[in-house]
């Protein structure tokens, strides 16, 4: 039953994966501006741009174009860069687990503390003290801080000033702790205040209600009734977080020059070296859409009513 | 209690940028070669920066693009989000779908990665940035206020106007609109730091209002090579960022919480 839900799922995510495939060839092959003209310099003749053109493809149209770039994927080639001629795919996978490190670190430090700050801002809402007032301030604070800012600002206390960590650069796990603390702040309150409002919502139902009428404690009523029943949302928020991290966090990656798939990208569309484009977007949709199958198959072991069709 | 100041601070901030020339006499744009880079002082309470220009007057004008800005992309997300959420939501049926997958799409790519992508298809500078906000921001408008028209369309009153004969466009105007404007403002409230977010971002990363016009994304990026020698240059221009998106989630929350009991009653 699972694994034939598995199997269906995985099977399902080839066509989706064309699709998503052709919609972002399609929005490249859309945008203005030619990468040849960038690759030939702005006084090149005509004949070079023309060799230049017939040598990367695209002067051919644009079916043949799709259809070419589809075979290449099918034998697990992602073609090259048009600057650096390097395998697309090889690149990828150089920086994908520089992605990867960063927002498993990230999300460790995120979840723990979103689930945390969420439970004591639930428990503690309605009361007009610190104790009700200050975790929804912080978790309003991590959503509002611009990432870029509290990494130059971290930078700065922590290799400047205090001179414990490196200020940046991809290496060991020193290097990972500043841009893992910087990430995981918005995701951290956005988990927060999703544990809440599901918390609270729950906590006004009719069952918990019975609960205190039988004289539970009250925690055991926050731990074991309400965050129980909170559990769904907040699986569904960690997940969509740590997949958007898959596709790589660009300001992060830019301040603290971590060598990833997000800054990868970014050059690629400010260059237009779209075979780079498009190799980061297909790996990052495709690792967003398997995590995002992965927490659909959580939800069972979360919540026994949930069934898969 | 906090969304009275927020709402406050918000006004003040506002008032504060659009007023910029009376409450200082610094020029954020002068080079003033005699006070490069002098720290926090009496007479300049942010300091100043490389090129002797006031920290101060700088944000207070930089608010003007940095606020105008996610306004102005916010209030044409919203203008876009409502007219497709209205005839998604309203006529249902194949402009419901190809609408909505339009939506499901944008909302699929990663938003940054959208922006930057949709910004460096224009020149750098103001409008390019508004472009770029609006096209990844009105696709959640839409999807928001589809999901409040389908509910209002099941409503008794739609019916019976229909039945007096009321034509679709009135219905539309007269009785969807004006439902869907508390979910409207909501969203937007919610969104506005967002956008204040991603406009300082796309300018940090060089593709929004270009030099010497300060806004506070951009004051941060040109600064922060001097972080260690000058870190008030960095500070005060995130904090402006923070302290205003700070206000403008407050105010969202506040919105939105307000709504909710008049629903319960």
Known sequence: ?309 | MGSKTAIASLILITLASVFAPLLTDYDPIRIDLDSIKEPPSFSHPFGTDNKGRDILSRILYGGRLSIGIAVTAGVISLCLGLTVGLIAGYFGGKIDMALMMLVDLILSFPSLLLAIGISIVFPPGIFTVVIAITAVGWASFARLIRGNVLSLRECAYIDSARALGCSDARIIIKHIIPNCMPLSFIVLGLKLGGYLLTESALSFLGLGAQPPMPTWGSMISLNRIYILSAPWMVIFAGLAIFTTAVCFNMLGDALKDKWEVRIEK
């Open chain 1, 1 to 309: 039953m699972l694994k034939t839900y598995i199997l269906k799922k995985l099977l399902l995510l080839i066509p989706l994966l064309l699709g998503i495939t052709f919609i972002t060839f399609a929005l490249i092959k859309a945008l203005p501006g030619d990468p040849v003209t960038s690759l030939a310099g702005e006084r090149a003749n005509p004949e070079t741009i023309e060799r230049i053109r017939r040598q990367i493809g695209t002067d051919k149209n644009f079916i043949s174009q799709f259809a070419g770039y589809v075979s290449l994927i099918a034998k697990g080639d992602l073609g090259r860069s048009y600057y650096t001629q390097r395998p697309v795919a090889q690149d990828i996978a150089e920086k994908f687990p520089n992605t990867l490190k960063l927002a498993i670190v990230a999300m460790l430090i995120a979840a723990p503390a979103g689930i945390v700050f969420g439970i004591i801002s639930a428990a503690g809402s309605g009361r007009e003290n610190f104790l009700g007032n200050f975790p929804s301030f912080v978790s309003i604070g991590g959503i509002s801080i611009p990432v870029f800012w509290l990494g130059l600002i971290l930078m700065y206390i922590f290799s400047f000033y205090l001179k414990w960590l490196p200020p940046s650069g991809t290496g060991d796990f020193r290097f990972l702790i500043l841009p893992a603390v910087t990430l995981s702040l918005p995701a951290g309150a956005s988990i927060a205040r999703i544990l809440k409002t599901a918390m609270l919502e729950i906590s006004g139902q009719p069952f918990i209600k019975t609960a205190r009428a039988k004289g539970l404690k009250e925690n055991v009523i926050w731990f074991r009734h309400v965050l129980k029943n909170a559990m769904i949302p907040l699986v569904t928020i960690i997940g969509l977080d740590f997949g958007s991290y898959l596709n790589g966090a660009v300001l992060t990656e830019t301040i603290f020059g971590w060598d990833g798939i997000g800054r990868f990208t970014m050059e690629g569309i400010i260059k237009r070296d779209y075979p780079v484009v498009m190799g980061c977007l297909l790996t990052g949709t495709t690792a967003f859409i398997l995590i995002n199958m992965f927490v659909d198959l959580l939800y069972r072991y979360i919540d026994p009513r949930v069934k898969y069709e």
